[in-house]
C-alpha cells in the first residue's frame, strides 16, 4: 500500500488540476473485497478435502467433482457476468455476486450430502465467476490511466490476500480441533467452520457496496449523462469532466447497444469472423490455469501430503504459498504501470517453464513407500518445496495480476462486456478441466506426468506473449481499439 500512496503522492503533485484520488482508491478498494472473496472461496475447498470424503464417502472422481463444482459455476457467472453488467450496471452485478456470497458460504456448511454441497458451490461459483470479471473491470472503468494497473493489481493482492486468509483460518481451525474431520464448536465440523467464516467479509461487502457509485462509462452506454457527469465530477475533478465525457462519446459514437455479434468484425476480409483482438483475450485467460496454479491453491494439502508431508505441514505449507503470494504481488505493484504488462507475462512464463520443470523432476525422483504413498529423499523433498513456491512467486509476480489487468482494459468501451464475458467463460473452463483433471492424472501418470504438462503449457505461453500480447500500458480505455 506504500508503494500506491507514493505513486498518488507524485501524480497530485505532478498536476494541479488531479482527480480526488483519496476517493478513487476508496471505491476501488472495495471492488477489491469481491476479489478478496473470489480468493478465499477458492481457496477454503484445499482444507476441507478430508472432511468431504468422510461426510460424502467419496471417491476419487466424487471428490474431484465436489471440489471442482464450484468452477462450473464460475464458467457461467463469468459469462454471464459481462453482457448482465452492459445491462443493469457493473455495481449491481458486484451486489448480486456478495448475495451469492454469502449464501453459498453458510449453504456449503451446512450442506448434509454431495447434491446439496454441489449446489451450494456452483452459487458460489456465480459469485466467483461475477466477482472475477467485474471488479478489475470496475476498477479500470473508474481508475486514471497513469495507475490503473497498480489498482488492479491491488485486486489481485486481495485474491491472494483471501486465499492466504483461507488457508490461516483452515490450519487454525483443524489445529484447534485436531483436525478438519473432528468436532470443533456448536457440535459442527472443522471443515464446516471453514466455510462459514467467509459469511463476515461477504456480508461487509454487501454494505460497502451500497455506497460506491456506478461505473461512468456504463453511465454513458447506457445514455445516462448526466448520472456520468455527476460520477466523473468526483472521481476527476471538475477540470476533467467535459474532456472525459467527449473521449467516451466519441469511443462508442455509432455504436449500438453493446451485444456479442460486436465480438465479430464488421468489415474487410475479415468480415463475420471473431476479433482477433478477443482470441488475445481467451488465449490470456486460458493460458493463466493451463500452467496448474490452481492444482496448487485447491489441492495443495492433498499434494503435499501424497509425497510424504503430515495434515498440519502441509496446511502450513498452504500458508508459505500465500505469503510468497502476496510479497509476489507487491512487487508486482510497484512495476506494472513502470515497465508494463507484456514484460511482466514473459518474465513469468519463462520462469513458470523453469520452476514447473524442477517440480516435475523432483516428482520422478519419488518412491513409494511401504504404506503405498510417495516418499521423496531429503534433497528431493526440499528441490520440489522450493521450486513449488518459486513457481507461485513468478505467477503472482505475473501472470495472476496482468492477465486480470489486461482483461479490464484490453477491450474497446463497446465490447468490454462481452469480451470479458468469452475470456472468463474461457477462464474458468480451463480452470475447471484442470481442477478435474488432477485427481485422476495423480493416480494414473504421477505427480510427475502432471506437471510434466503444465510445464509444456507454460512454456507455450512464452510464444504465445512474444507475438500476440500487444502493451496496454499508460493508454486511456477510450484508446483501446481491438
Not at 156 to 184: C, D, H, P, R
Not at 227 to 243: F, I, M, N, P, S
Not at 311 to 335: K, M, P, Q, R
Request: proline letters at 3%; aromatic letters at 12%; charged letters at 10%.
Amino acid at each position: 500500500m506504500q508503494a500506491i500512496e507514493n505513486s498518488l503522492d507524485a501524480l497530485e503533485q505532478g498536476r494541479p488540476d488531479s482527480p480526488p484520488l483519496a476517493f478513487v482508491v476508496l471505491i476501488c478498494s472495495v471492488a477489491t473485497i469481491g476479489g478478496f472473496l473470489f480468493g478465499f472461496d477458492s481457496g477454503v475447498i484445499n482444507g476441507t478435502v478430508g472432511g468431504l470424503q468422510q461426510a460424502f464417502n467419496s471417491d476419487t472422481a466424487g471428490t474431484g467433482f465436489n471440489v471442482a463444482s464450484m468452477l462450473l459455476g464460475c464458467a457461467v457467472g463469468a459469462f454471464f457476468a459481462g453482457r448482465l453488467a452492459d445491462l443493469w450496471g457493473r455495481r449491481t452485478l458486484l451486489i448480486i455476486s456478495a448475495l451469492l456470497f454469502i449464501v453459498s458460504a453458510w449453504g456449503s456448511g451446512v450442506a448434509s450430502n454431495s447434491p446439496e454441497f454441489v449446489f451450494y458451490r456452483i452459487l458460489g461459483g456465480l459469485a466467483v465467476g461475477v466477482a472475477s470479471v467485474m471488479s478489475p473491470a470496475y476498477i479500470s472503468e473508474v481508475a486514471p490511466a497513469a495507475i490503473r494497473g497498480r489498482l488492479i493489481t491491488i485486486n489481485q493482492i486481495a485474491l491472494i490476500s483471501g486465499l492466504f486468509m483461507a488457508f490461516v483460518s483452515n490450519y487454525w481451525l483443524a489445529k484447534t480441533a485436531g483436525s478438519a474431520v473432528n468436532e470443533w464448536w456448536m457440535g459442527f465440523s472443522a471443515w464446516r467452520w471453514m466455510f462459514w467464516v467467509e459469511i463476515a467479509p461477504a456480508t461487509l461487502f454487501f454494505l460497502a457496496l451500497l455506497f460506491i457509485p456506478e461505473s461512468p462509462r456504463y453511465l454513458m452506454i447506457s445514455q445516462q449523462t448526466s448520472k456520468a457527469t455527476d460520477v466523473l465530477r468526483r472521481l476527476y475533478g471538475e477540470e476533467e469532466v467535459q474532456r472525459k465525457l467527449n473521449a467516451i462519446r466519441e469511443s462508442v459514437a455509432g455504436d449500438r447497444n453493446p451485444r456479442m455479434a460486436d465480438l465479430l468484425e464488421r468489415s474487410g476480409r475479415r468480415a463475420g469472423k471473431i476479433r482477433k483482438i478477443v482470441w488475445v483475450g481467451i488465449g490470456l485467460a486460458t493460458f493463466q490455469q493451463l500452467v496448474g496454479i490452481n492444482v496448487v491453491f485447491y489441492y495443495g494439502a492433498v499434494l503435499w501430503q501424497a509425497v510424504g508431508f503430515s495434515e498440519a505441514d502441509a496446511l502450513l505449507i498452504n500458508i508459505i504459498s500465500g505469503a510468497v503470494s502476496i510479497g509476489a504481488c507487491l512487487i508486482t505493484l510497484t512495476l506494472i504501470d513502470r515497465i508494463g504488462r507484456k514484460p511482466l507475462l514473459l518474465i513469468g512464463s519463462i520462469g513458470m517453464a523453469i520452476t514447473l520443470g524442477l517440480v516435475a523432476f523432483a516428482f520422478t525422483r519419488a518412491t513409494i513407500g511401504a504404506d503405498g504413498s510417495l516418499q521423496l529423499s531429503q534433497g528431493m523433498g526440499l528441490l520440489a518445496l522450493v521450486a513449488a513456491n518459486a513457481y507461485v512467486f513468478f505467477f503472482n509476480g505475473s501472470w495472476g495480476p496482468a492477465m486480470w489487468t489486461m482483461l479490464g482494459e484490453m477491450f474497446p468501451n463497446q465490447i468490454r462486456g462481452s469480451g470479458l464475458a468469452i475470456s472468463g467463460l474461457a477462464q474458468w473452463v480451463a480452470n475447471f478441466a484442470i481442477t478435474m483433471t488432477f485427481p485422476i492424472l495423480l493416480t494414473g501418470i504421477g505427480l510427475a506426468g502432471a506437471y510434466g504438462i503444465y510445464t509444456l503449457f507454460a512454456v507455450l505461453s512464452i510464444a504465445f506473449v512474444i507475438y500476440l500480447v500487444h502493451e496496454t500500458r499508460g493508454l486511456e480505455l477510450e484508446q483501446m481499439r481491438g
